[in-house]
């Protein structure tokens, strides 16, 4: 069982936070990781590129000129790829760039991005993350109590308006409910602070996929079928010559 330290908001030390080292991964999700991050990289182009192919560019089908006697090269059409104003050859077209990724794998992706961040120690965990007011200056002194400079991301159970207002006007923090945290923002800082009820909800998350059932290995099918068939086969009733009955099962 890991523990990691719980701070209060002025940086000391309050208790311990207890983290099971079965939930944790890193001996495979190396691969999830990077399908997870390209599949979202890859969901953020708006795919709107377009260009207008030699059938979309406006024009007539007259030849600009005739074929010989004047010198010039020959030219069927001024929808033409190699002329100005005509089309693209090959060019991009409206298109989306969202790629599939299994429910399993993002699972994976993020245990082991999580797992990483707290091997690494890039985690503090905070009792709290509550200002009385949403003024830049009260965030601004609890990252220095907390010996914090951007880029951060704070993790916290629920958005709290003023907490955001506080810290939206200092450059490379950026701060999400423990239920939206994703695999790419886990990779893109240096420090992740995250509240205790934020680490519960967290922990939620893991423990859907660690209480998965495994699959059931085929030697185990086949004993279970080969115990049911033997209990199944019918007995046989013999008499003896002093007329004692003896019960036999089929071999």
């Known amino acids: 069982m890991g523990k990691l330290k719980v701070h209060d908001m002025k940086g000391k030390a309050v208790g311990n936070l207890d983290f099971s080292d079965d939930m944790l991964v890193s001996d495979k999700g190396e691969q999830a990781v990077r399908d997870v991050v390209v599949a979202m990289m890859a969901a953020r182009r708006a795919g709107t590129a ?30 033409s790829p190699i002329w100005r104003g005509g089309a693209v050859a090959f060019g ?15 699972k994976l992706a993020f245990m ?26 009260l965030f601004a002194e609890l990252m220095k109590k907390l010996d914090l400079s ?16 506080a810290a939206r006007n200092i450059p490379k923090i950026e701060m999400v409910a423990a239920a939206n945290l994703n695999v790419y923002q886990l990779l893109r800082y240096k420090k992740v602070v995250v509240t205790k009820s934020a680490m519960d909800v967290i922990k939620a998350r893991f423990g859907e996929v660690v209480a998965e059932k495994p699959a059931e290995k085929p030697a185990e099918k086949v004993e279970e079928a080969v115990e049911k068939a033997e209990e199944a086969k019918p007995e046989k009733v013999e008499e003896k010559a002093d007329g004692e009955q003896v019960v036999e099962k089929d071999k």
């Open 150 to 165: 951007g880029p951060v991301l704070f993790v916290v159970d629920k958005v709290d308006e003023k907490t955001v207002l």
């Open 50 to 79: 377009s260009t207008l192919s030699k059938g979309e560019v406006a024009g007539s089908n007259a030849k600009p000129w005739k074929q010989k006697g004047l010198g010039r090269a020959r030219a069927g059409y001024r929808q």
């Open 92 to 106: 991009p077209h409206p298109r989306s760039y969202d790629k599939k990724v299994n429910k399993k794998v993002q």
């Open 112 to 137: 082991r991005a999580f797992s990483d961040v707290i091997s690494e120690e890039k985690i503090l965990v905070v009792d709290e993350l509550i200002l009385a007011e949403g003024k830049t200056r």
